[in-house]
């Protein structure tokens, strides 16, 4: 059994338990009894990790204890801030130094060199960080911490000339432009960028004239509406046959509407079609009966 100095610690190393009494071999039964988890060599948890991102923010933690000079960075940073990414490499922790050095890449862990004089964690830097690896991480990071007002526009625009001549500094322009702090969730945020590239603008959340209704976007000087359907985001049954009604209801008014999953968005030229019909089917219903 696990001495509860354990079982309470967020992490712990195999020295810790060994100082308990736990031996390697109580270790190895108990990874495979699932009561722990095994994060690296010589570092476990008996925490729940459900998700992914729990798992990596551990991981995070552990590198970067092991080295005071460094914050960090990157996607690392953006889920320590609790902000969303895009399909990141979950396996490996990035930090950046806040002394000179070289930058350092093995197994697991990146080690990137300072940015201008950055020594301490900063939210906006950490989103630029996420958004030279992947524009679609970028964007979801920055509108989620323009939404939870963890950051202004200002603030992202400041940290764009430190990172001149980084490898990915082209995003930044493109997350800068299409950021925008009303989007709710990741999902539209990903939307935006990918009607952005099929070049359509996305205007978010959409209050529909005459109603009530908000959708999640319109497409700009359109009348098509985008919905972002998630995993989950109508669990409740009644919740589905509601949302359904109020469907009905919008395009009974002449609108069109797409909903857009993840799926969907793997697949743009699938999305472009339903664009193109749904934009067909706007301009039909909006002609006047002869």
Same mark, same amino acid.
């Given at each position: 059994?696990?001495?509860?100095?354990?079982?309470?610690?967020?992490?712990?190393?195999?020295?810790?338990?060994?100082?308990?009494?736990?031996?390697?071999?109580?270790?190895?039964?108990?990874? @495979?009894?699932?009561?722990?988890?095994?994060?690296?060599?010589?570092?476990?948890? /008996?925490?729940?990790?459900?998700?992914?991102?729990?798992?990596?923010?551990?991981?995070?933690?552990?590198?970067?204890?092991?080295? +005071?000079?460094?914050?960090?960075?990157?996607?690392?940073?953006?889920?320590?801030?609790?902000?969303?990414?895009?399909?990141?490499?979950?396996?490996?922790?990035?930090?950046?130094?806040?002394?000179?050095?070289?930058?350092? @890449?093995?197994?697991?862990?990146?080690?990137?060199?300072?940015?201008?004089?950055?020594?301490?964690?900063?939210? /906006?830097? /950490?989103?630029?960080?996420?958004?030279?690896?992947?524009?679609?991480?970028?964007?979801?990071?920055?509108?989620?911490?323009?939404?939870?007002?963890?950051?202004?526009?200002?603030?992202?625009?400041?940290?764009?000339?430190?990172?001149?001549?980084?490898?990915?500094?082209?995003?930044?322009?493109?997350?800068?432009?299409?950021?925008?702090?009303?989007?709710?969730?990741?999902?539209?945020?990903?939307?935006?960028?990918?009607?952005?590239?099929?070049?359509?603008?996305?205007?978010?959340?959409?209050?529909?004239?005459?109603?009530?209704?908000?959708?999640?976007?319109?497409?700009?000087?359109?009348?098509?509406?985008?919905?972002?359907?998630?995993?989950?985001?109508?669990?409740?049954?009644?919740?589905?046959?509601?949302?359904?009604?109020?469907? @009905?209801?919008?395009?009974?008014?002449?609108?069109?509407?797409?909903?857009?999953?993840?799926?969907?968005?793997?697949? +743009?030229?699938?999305?472009?079609?339903?664009?193109?019909?749904?934009?067909?089917?706007?301009?039909?219903? /909006?002609?006047?009966?002869?």
């Amino acid at each position: 059994m696990l001495p509860p100095e354990l079982a309470e610690l967020d992490v712990f190393a195999t020295s810790h338990a060994r100082r308990l009494g736990l031996s390697d071999a109580d270790l190895r039964a108990a990874v @495979n009894a699932q009561s722990l988890v095994r994060l690296k060599r010589g570092w476990y948890t /008996a925490q729940s990790l459900p998700w992914p991102a729990d798992r990596h923010r551990l991981l995070a933690g552990i590198e970067h204890a092991a080295r +005071p000079d460094t914050v960090p960075s990157h996607y690392s940073a953006a889920i320590l801030l609790g902000l969303p990414v895009f399909r990141p490499d979950w396996a490996t922790v990035h930090l950046m130094r806040t002394t000179h050095g070289a930058p350092q @890449n093995r197994d697991g862990l990146v080690i990137h060199k300072q940015v201008a004089s950055f020594d301490q964690p900063n939210v /906006a830097l /950490a989103v630029a960080q996420t958004a030279l690896l992947c524009p679609v991480s970028g964007l979801m990071a920055y509108d989620a911490a323009l939404h939870s007002r963890l950051l202004g526009t200002d603030d992202f625009a400041s940290v764009i000339g430190a990172l001149e001549g980084w490898t990915g500094r082209a995003n930044l322009a493109v997350v800068r432009r299409l950021g925008d702090g009303r989007r709710e969730s990741a999902l539209e945020s990903r939307t935006a960028l990918v009607y952005d590239r099929l070049r359509f603008s996305v205007e978010p959340q959409f209050a529909v004239p005459g109603t009530a209704y908000i959708a999640d976007g319109r497409i700009r000087g359109t009348t098509v509406l985008i919905e972002c359907d998630g995993d989950g985001k109508y669990v409740d049954q009644r919740a589905v046959l509601a949302e359904k009604s109020r469907e @009905n209801e919008i395009r009974a008014l002449g609108w069109s509407m797409i909903r857009v999953t993840d799926d969907m968005l793997d697949r +743009p030229r699938l999305l472009y079609a339903r664009t193109q019909t749904a934009l067909r089917d706007a301009s039909i219903s /909006a002609v006047p009966a002869a």
